[in-house]
Nanobody, 121 residues
Framework: QVRLVESGGGLVQAGGSLRLSCAAS????????MGWFRQAPGKERELVSI???????YYADSVEGRFTISRDNANNMMYLEMNNLNPEDTAVYFC???????????????WGQGTQVTVSS
């Protein structure tokens, strides 16, 4: 059974930083593209960043240069380092996994429960 568990969300002031973690189990981790997505109130879920097993990355324009995605294949972990946060980054952040390299939100097979990130102005 695939299980993805996010942690590390919280409340931070604008300009601050947070580090999210995603622990994966029940998958052959290195066979999966891992991604971070977010959903703000009243908005559709959107892609933040994805990474494949060799470390190739993709970022949404809105986070490029501020967020860094990484993964630890030995320990089935993925991370999102978020710097210079602003109120527009407030959302529930989800980790997801899929065997394919895709930026399509709906294509991802497995999802975590999400972690709330709130950025105050």
């Amino acid at each position: 059974q695939v299980r993805l568990v996010e942690s590390g969300g919280g409340l931070v002031q604008a300009g601050g930083s947070l580090r999210l973690s995603c622990a994966a189990s029940g998958v052959t981790f290195r066979q999966y593209v891992m991604g971070w997505f977010r959903q703000a109130p009243g908005k559709e879920r959107e892609l933040v960043s994805i990474i494949n097993w060799i470390g190739t990355t993709y970022y949404a324009d809105s986070v490029e240069g501020r967020f860094t995605i990484s993964r630890d294949n030995a320990n089935n972990m993925m991370y999102l380092e978020m710097n210079n946060l602003n109120p527009e980054d407030t959302a529930v952040y989800f980790c997801a996994a899929d065997p394919r390299w895709t930026t399509t939100v709906g294509a991802y097979d497995y999802w975590g429960q999400g972690t709330q990130v709130t950025v105050s102005s």
